[in-house]
């Protein structure tokens, strides 16, 4: 029993909190970042605690590392020439 439970709820946590914790370890100044209330931002500074978010322009809060939810994915720009499937 105990290790049905183990590795239903205390295993999957253990890695999401690793998970959370490299992107905490990787995320520097020009990340755009979402903070777990929604506000959506470009990091401008990185503190040891703390970071400086770019919310709007001349407006900067600043916001505890914790706080981060997730990185934002920027669409990738699109080629001037796209790829072709070759035919066989």
């Known amino acids: 029993m105990g290790v049905i439970f183990y590795f239903l709820l205390i295993r999957p946590q253990q890695k ?15 990340d755009r970042i979402v903070t777990s209330s929604g506000i959506h931002g470009l990091i401008s500074n990185v503190k040891e ?15 505890d590392k914790s706080a981060v939810a997730g990185v934002e994915k920027t669409a990738e720009p699109k080629s001037a020439f796209p790829e072709t499937k070759p035919t066989t």
Do not use: Y
């Open 16 to 30: 999401r909190q690793k998970q959370h914790q490299q992107l905490m370890a990787n995320l520097k100044s020009g």
């Open 49 to 63: 605690t703390t970071f400086l978010l770019k919310v709007a322009d001349n407006v900067k809060i600043e916001i």
